[in-house]
């Protein structure tokens, strides 16, 4: 959603992750929208996403929709099932895996 909004209003947009809270923050066309995660799912880890000054990982989407750098975070549910959202580092694809990326 983010990727795709900065690409349409042609201004950056940010996702920022509250890991130990299970929120996330969306800044679209800096409007911001604060997250929660649905019941049953949450952020596992820590993520390989840069960090604010507060240590909070983000990821901001510039007007062609390439990212400020590439990471991934992982989604957790009760039952133990992983979801790995990848950040392509040049492009910004947006993918979700069961597996790790290579680079792990």
Do not use: M
Request: aromatic share 10%; with cysteine.
């Amino acid at each position: 959603l983010a990727r795709n909004e900065s690409v349409t209003s042609g201004k950056i947009c940010q996702v920022k992750f509250f890991v130990y809270s299970q929120l996330y923050q969306l800044t679209l066309a800096e409007e911001k929208q604060l997250v929660k995660l649905p019941e049953g799912i949450a952020f596992q880890g820590t993520t390989t996403f840069e960090k604010d000054p507060a240590n909070n990982p983000y990821v901001n989407f510039n007007a062609l929709g390439h990212p400020s750098r590439g990471g991934t975070v992982i989604l957790k549910s009760e039952q133990g099932d992983k979801r790995y959202i990848i950040v392509t580092p040049v492009t910004g694809r947006v993918r979700i895996s069961t597996t790790p990326p290579q680079n792990w």
